[in-house]
């Protein structure tokens, strides 16, 4: 019972901040992007071709749990045109990696396919798919960092009770893979913006009136972070 309030809860957090979700899937891409720039030999094409067709699975699974039901043209998905207003990627969305990304996560029990007519088809999420989704987004959220500075710290301070210990660490933990520095073992630093981040993720976790967002330009020098953000 207390893991489906939790589920729901972070469901509910994910659908209120639908805008995270379509920046994450962004970035990814320009990750993907960027690395496939750099590498120029045939087996990183090959690997770039895979890490491309995951991110195109992932947001496929990301605008049914926004949307809902898809209704799909089986001449000319019309899932096309929404992730051309999302991206600029559009390009890697061809028909064929879609029909892949299509069958694969159905075989998987994350989608439901539904013929409407001989032209149409709706797709939407089953359970297992909602799950797949929460969680694969959960893990990957990350703070998009800049190379220009704003000259703002962001210090992120935190007093939660034992009662809620597992929460705690998974707070903590998540911090750090989003790439804060632990000044100490409840203070995180970072001079990148993660303002909307962190609300979304203490919104989910329930811990809202145990955690402190300070955002200040007066900081004393340290050389560990100077190392650590350059």
């Known amino acids: 019972m207390v893991k489906i309030k939790k589920e729901n809860k972070l469901k509910t957090a994910l659908l209120e901040n639908k805008s995270l979700i379509i920046s994450q899937l962004k970035n990814e891409w320009e990750e993907a992007e960027k690395a496939f720039e750099q590498k120029k030999r045939k087996e990183k094409l090959i690997e770039f071709a895979k890490d491309a067709g995951l991110v195109a699975g992932k947001g496929l699974l990301?605008?049914?749990f926004i949307g809902g039901v898809l209704t799909v043209a089986v001449v000319a998905p019309n899932v096309f045109s929404a992730f051309g207003r999302l991206t600029k990627h559009r390009k890697y969305f061809k028909k064929e990696q879609f029909n892949k990304n299509k069958y694969y996560l159905k075989r998987h029990g994350l989608i439901k396919i539904k013929k409407i007519d001989q032209d149409t088809f709706e797709m939407s999420l089953t359970k297992r798919g909602e799950d797949k989704m929460l969680g694969d987004f959960f893990k990957s959220m990350r703070i998009q960092k800049s190379?220009?500075?704003?000259?703002y710290w962001r210090v992120v301070m935190f007093d939660i009770p034992n009662k809620h210990k597992w929460t705690r660490d998974i707070f903590r933990h998540k911090l750090k893979e989003m790439g804060f520095y632990q000044l100490q073992e409840s203070v995180f630093i970072t001079p990148y913006p993660c303002e909307k981040e962190i609300?979304?993720?203490v919104s989910a976790l329930n811990i809202s009136s145990f955690v402190y967002l300070i955002k200040t330009k007066d900081f004393s020098g340290d050389k560990e972070l100077e190392k650590a953000f350059g």
């Open 62 to 64: 990301a605008f049914l």
């Open 147 to 151: 190379e220009k500075s704003d000259e």
């Open 199 to 201: 609300k979304l993720i």
